[in-house]
């Protein structure tokens, strides 16, 4: 809630027998300024008062004092509230010159745990367009997440483990050699992958081949454990090059491999409990007394092998023991619903009431020029490419608008990663989306080029002035600001919002709204006049280059301070 309706619900309070919590929920922003700032409709108080919304919003404006307020009316069954706009602007200002990048921050969080596992790619295979979105949601979760007081720790939970890497062991020791892999790694054991996949469709012995390398690997094999150690690091090492380029880093890269020792106790715990049934030679776990419509979770197949459900049950207990999390995300496709909902049925079962606190934030898929993206078959669009041609789109823009710029390389890695990035989270997170990278590296329209091009010219309004902005009566009455401060006014409670509703694109878009009104006002006003309000005004510039700036940040996209 904004401060401007915490006032407008202290006062309603008193007015009403509803709570300053149950009026905050009522509350509307309306559509246009003409009809106010803020809205109170009086529908619910029809039955306990037995009148008329009109009647009652008529009442309730008489018993108002309106001294805080440049007035307040009743419009049909709203209570409309026109707020001061000049002491609002002197306020809001002063508040976010102040407080600076701090500015919107909360401590709801009171400091405690947040434990988010994202990005999570798949050893000896490249970062491709398909691990964007886990790896952009979840870095922006996290800075939301401390934003809101909460302290994140970002997990890259390396798929590093399981039956594929039989797969490409065997692939390897059958048609491969150290020299191809040594020249191009990750490339190379890609190609190896996706040959054996194409071999197993024509020869289903293949797949009884790679199964038996990997029950090699979790049995201790020395060979099968130095292969699959090579594979590791030479995959880390093409992911950093990625993580580095998108700004982003993790607390810990402890991935599937890492629960090897810590799943025995996790069956245990199940034979402890006597949930562990076996059904066709496997080990499961029968969710039907929770669920009907839930399938069995399968804890060991019929061969011993462990599985994903395994693994994961021992990472949620070793994260809870460890970092005492209030809450833990899982920032996975949307596929994976029912497997989070058997591991937090598992969890349940086994008796941990902290089961309730994970959470699966899932996101829709990327088609790429309208095609979905598969490693198995190697229709695969790589990451890594797409923000090497994200770059040089930008550099070409930058060179037809300011091929003066210093830096324009750095400044076309920024503006280049920052809309890949952007492009993502600008979307509801739930819906699926197709990528066109032309469309998404446009300097204008809904684009994080936009936005991070209206913060810098912010920027340079404010390097043309000159002039430091000093504090003091910092009002504007000029109405072509109201809009401007009214989005200010509204970013603590988007911070508040985009944490509740785990959704980055909160954020994207109120940045795009703050961009356009400061472009609209840009384009009809001359800020640097020499008046009265100069000071002002610059107040409102640096407001804007302020909160624009930390909004690029919550999303992981850098600020140029020139474009």
Same mark, same amino acid.
């Given at each position: 809630?904004?401060?401007?309706?915490? !006032?407008?619900?202290?006062?309603?309070?008193?007015?009403?027998?509803?709570?300053?919590?149950?009026?905050?929920?009522?509350?509307?922003?309306?559509?246009?300024s003409d009809l106010g700032d803020v809205a109170f409709p009086t529908f619910t108080l029809a039955k306990v008062l037995h009148k008329a919304p009109q009647q009652i919003a008529t009442d309730i404006v008489a018993q108002i004092n309106q001294d805080e307020f440049e007035k307040v009316v009743a419009t049909g069954p709203y209570v409309n509230f026109f707020l001061d706009k000049v002491a609002t602007s002197a306020k809001t200002l002063q508040t976010i010159i102040d407080l600076?990048?701090?500015?919107?921050?909360?401590?709801?969080?009171?400091?405690?745990? !947040?434990?988010?596992?994202?990005?999570?790619?798949?050893?000896?295979?490249?970062?491709?367009?398909?691990?964007?979105?886990?790896?952009?949601?979840?870095?922006?979760?996290?800075?939301?997440?401390?934003? &809101?007081?909460?302290?994140?720790?970002?997990?890259?939970?390396?798929?590093?483990?399981?039956?594929?890497?039989?797969?490409?062991?065997?692939?390897?020791?059958?048609?491969?050699?150290?020299?191809?892999?040594?020249?191009?790694?990750?490339?190379?054991?890609?190609?190896?992958?996706?040959?054996?996949?194409?071999?197993?469709?024509?020869?289903?012995?293949?797949?009884?081949?790679?199964?038996?390398?990997?029950?090699?690997?979790?049995?201790?094999?020395?060979?099968?454990? &130095?292969?699959?150690?090579?594979?590791?690091?030479?995959?880390?090492?093409?992911?950093?090059?990625?993580?580095?380029?998108?700004?982003?880093?993790?607390?810990?890269?402890?991935?599937?491999?890492?629960?090897?020792?810590?799943?025995?106790?996790?069956?245990?715990?199940?034979?402890?409990?006597?949930?562990?049934?076996?059904?066709?030679?496997?080990?499961?776990?029968?969710?039907?007394?929770?669920?009907?419509?839930?399938?069995?979770?399968?804890?060991?197949?019929?061969?011993?092998?462990?599985?994903?459900?395994?693994?994961?049950?021992?990472?949620?207990?070793?994260?809870?023991?460890?970092?005492?999390?209030?809450?833990?995300?899982?920032?996975?496709?949307?596929?994976?619903?029912?497997?989070?909902?058997?591991?937090?049925?598992?969890?349940?079962?086994?008796?941990?009431?902290?089961?309730?606190?994970?959470?699966?934030?899932?996101?829709?898929?990327?088609?790429?020029?309208?095609?979905?993206?598969?490693?198995?078959?190697?229709?695969? !669009?790589?990451?890594?490419?797409?923000?090497?041609?994200?770059?040089?789109?930008?550099?070409?823009?930058?060179?037809?608008? &300011?091929?003066?710029?210093?830096?324009?390389?750095?400044?076309?890695?920024?503006?280049?990663?920052?809309?890949?990035?952007?492009?993502?989270?600008?979307?509801?997170?739930?819906?699926?989306?197709?990528? &066109?990278?032309?469309?998404?590296?446009?300097?204008?329209?809904?684009?994080?080029?936009? !936005?991070?091009?209206?913060?810098?010219?912010?920027?340079?309004?404010?390097?043309?002035?000159?002039?430091?902005?000093?504090?003091?009566?910092?009002?504007?009455?000029?109405?072509?600001?109201?809009?401007?401060?009214?989005?200010?006014?509204?970013?603590?409670?988007?911070?508040?919002?985009?944490?509740?509703?785990?959704?980055?694109?909160?954020?994207?878009?109120?940045?795009?709204?703050l961009s356009r009104a400061f472009n609209k006002y840009y384009a009809n006003s001359k800020i640097l006049t020499d008046d009265s309000q100069l000071n002002a005004r610059l107040a409102l510039v640096q407001s804007v280059t302020i909160v624009l700036s930390e909004s690029l940040r919550l999303l992981g996209v850098q600020a140029p301070e020139e474009m």
């Amino acid at each position: 809630m904004t401060g401007n309706k915490k !006032v407008v619900a202290a006062l309603l309070d008193v007015l009403t027998d509803l709570t300053a919590e149950q009026i905050s929920e009522k509350l509307e922003s309306p559509k246009s300024s003409d009809l106010g700032d803020v809205a109170f409709p009086t529908f619910t108080l029809a039955k306990v008062l037995h009148k008329a919304p009109q009647q009652i919003a008529t009442d309730i404006v008489a018993q108002i004092n309106q001294d805080e307020f440049e007035k307040v009316v009743a419009t049909g069954p709203y209570v409309n509230f026109f707020l001061d706009k000049v002491a609002t602007s002197a306020k809001t200002l002063q508040t976010i010159i102040d407080l600076k990048s701090h500015f919107g921050h909360n401590d709801d969080g009171e400091g405690n745990n !947040v434990t988010i596992d994202m990005s999570s790619p798949n050893i000896a295979k490249p970062m491709s367009m398909g691990h964007l979105r886990s790896t952009v949601i979840g870095n922006a979760l996290a800075n939301i997440t401390a934003k &809101n007081g909460y302290v994140p720790v970002k997990i890259n939970h390396l798929g590093d483990w399981g039956t594929q890497f039989g797969k490409l062991i065997y692939a390897y020791k059958t048609w491969g050699s150290a020299e191809e892999v040594k020249a191009d790694p990750i490339a190379t054991l890609l190609r190896y992958y996706v040959e054996f996949h194409a071999k197993a469709k024509v020869d289903d012995t293949l797949n009884d081949e790679g199964r038996a390398w990997f029950k090699k690997l979790e049995d201790g094999d020395q060979e099968a454990h &130095n292969l699959w150690q090579w594979f590791r690091e030479e995959s880390l090492k093409e992911f950093t090059e990625i993580y580095d380029r998108l700004g982003i880093s993790f607390d810990s890269f402890n991935g599937e491999a890492f629960y090897n020792d810590k799943m025995d106790k996790v069956i245990d715990l199940l034979e402890d409990k006597a949930l562990l049934v076996r059904s066709q030679g496997a080990q499961i776990v029968d969710l039907s007394g929770i669920n009907p419509n839930l399938t069995p979770a399968m804890i060991k197949r019929s061969d011993g092998a462990t599985l994903y459900m395994t693994r994961d049950l021992a990472a949620a207990i070793y994260r809870k023991n460890t970092y005492h999390f209030t809450k833990s995300l899982y920032v996975v496709g949307g596929e994976q619903r029912e497997h989070f909902t058997q591991m937090k049925a598992v969890l349940s079962l086994m008796g941990f009431d902290w089961a309730d606190d994970i959470e699966h934030i899932s996101f829709g898929l990327i088609t790429f020029n309208g095609k979905k993206m598969s490693t198995r078959k190697g229709d695969v !669009v790589l990451l890594k490419d797409v923000l090497d041609d994200a770059h040089d789109l930008a550099l070409k823009q930058i060179e037809e608008k &300011n091929p003066t710029l210093n830096n324009k390389d750095m400044v076309a890695e920024q503006v280049g990663a920052g809309a890949v990035v952007f492009h993502d989270l600008m979307n509801d997170r739930t819906n699926n989306f197709d990528f &066109n990278l032309d469309e998404v590296v446009r300097f204008e329209g809904d684009t994080g080029p936009y !936005v991070q091009y209206t913060n810098a010219r912010a920027k340079s309004i404010l390097r043309k002035a000159g002039q430091m902005i000093t504090t003091g009566d910092l009002s504007l009455t000029d109405s072509s600001t109201w809009d401007i401060i009214t989005i200010l006014n509204n970013f603590p409670a988007t911070v508040r919002r985009a944490w509740d509703q785990r959704e980055a694109s909160i954020i994207a878009k109120y940045a795009l709204t703050l961009s356009r009104a400061f472009n609209k006002y840009y384009a009809n006003s001359k800020i640097l006049t020499d008046d009265s309000q100069l000071n002002a005004r610059l107040a409102l510039v640096q407001s804007v280059t302020i909160v624009l700036s930390e909004s690029l940040r919550l999303l992981g996209v850098q600020a140029p301070e020139e474009m």
